[in-house]
């Protein structure tokens, strides 16, 4: 059996240690070809090294392994040009419930702390079957997308939370100065999440809120808000052509406003050619 490359992006020294090391037994051949410490470092290695399996631990400082792995499909080259296509990704993570709920939804591969044998076997088989199998122009990249883009949409990083309100929005309460302005959702053009805020777009107006993306999309009409970017949602009747450039990348132009909105290849399904 041929050589395959991994990373392994685990914070915690003695699990990426341990994790190595069950690796070696179960697949010996298989090289590890770099070991990092959080999201971002994962990013730039894979994108250097381009290892054909990815291990990333869930729970990392500053960017977890879902973000990694988002960012990771963002950058990486077109399918068309790559010379390899996008790695195998195995989610490592300590026991909770709704994230295996959301992985196992998904078909995406995990690994629970700590790493068993008998399932760390189970893995590198499904690891072995799909390196085997050719590239499918495109397909598996495709597949790869929906399955981040299902992981987000069922929040596998958290617990959900019944108290939160999921009642639809009609009115936008945006506080300027020492008065409350009531915008009509009819008159946003776009919402852009931004540090701490979130940017409220009208066609002659930009307001601030501090209510997270996160927490108004789930009460935003999914068929009247696309979105486009994991920090932005327009409203659908607002987008006036899509344009792609040199690089394949996509990006929007808007009927009320000037500026132009990169779409994400997450959600560059939502325009395909009727």
Same mark, same amino acid.
Do not use: C
């Given at each position: 059996m041929r050589a395959a490359t991994a990373l392994i992006a685990e914070d915690e020294p003695l699990l990426a240690q341990a994790l190595?090391?069950?690796?070696?037994? #179960? +697949?010996? =051949?298989?090289?590890? *070809? @770099? =070991? %990092?410490?959080?999201?971002?470092?994962? %990013?730039?290695?894979?994108?250097?090294?381009?290892?054909? %399996?990815? &291990? &990333?631990?869930?729970?990392m400082p500053g960017m977890s392994g879902l973000q990694a792995a988002i960012e990771l499909a963002e950058l990486w080259p077109e399918p068309a040009s790559q010379a390899r296509k996008f790695p195998a990704l195995v &989610? #490592? =993570? @300590? /026991?909770?419930? /709704?994230a295996l709920e959301a992985f196992e939804a998904q078909a995406v591969d995990y690994l629970l702390k700590p790493v068993q044998t008998p399932r760390l076997e189970k893995t590198v088989a499904k690891l072995q079957s799909a390196l085997a199998a050719p590239a499918g122009n495109g397909g598996d990249f495709d597949a790869t997308l929906a399955q981040l883009r299902g992981l987000l949409e069922r929040n596998a990083l958290s617990a959900p939370a019944?108290?939160?309100?999921?009642?639809?929005?009609k009115v936008l309460q945006v506080s300027v100065g020492n !008065?409350?302005?009531? *915008?009509?959702?009819?008159?946003? #053009? /776009?919402?852009? @999440?931004a540090d701490k805020y979130v940017r409220v777009l009208t066609a002659e107006r930009e307001y601030l809120i501090r209510t997270p993306l996160k927490?108004?999309?789930?009460?935003?009409?999914?068929?009247? &808000? +696309?979105q486009i970017h994991?920090?932005? #949602? %327009?409203?659908? =009747?607002?987008i006036a052509k899509v344009l792609r450039d040199e690089s394949g990348k996509m990006h929007l132009s808007l009927?009320?406003? @000037?500026?132009?909105? !990169?779409?994400?290849?997450? /959600?560059?399904?939502?325009f395909k050619s009727l």
């Open positions: 190595q090391q069950a690796l070696a037994q #179960v +697949w010996p =051949t298989l090289n590890i *070809v @770099a =070991t %990092v410490g959080d999201g971002a470092a994962a %990013v730039r290695a894979a994108l250097e090294l381009q290892p054909e %399996v990815l &291990f &990333f631990d869930i729970r &989610f #490592v =993570t @300590a /026991y909770d419930q /709704y019944p108290q939160r309100d999921t009642s639809p929005l !008065a409350i302005h009531m *915008v009509q959702l009819t008159e946003v #053009v /776009y919402l852009e @999440a927490e108004l999309l789930p009460r935003l009409d999914p068929d009247q &808000f +696309w994991r920090g932005t #949602v %327009v409203q659908a =009747t607002q009927r009320s406003r @000037a500026e132009k909105l !990169a779409i994400s290849r997450l /959600y560059a399904h939502l």
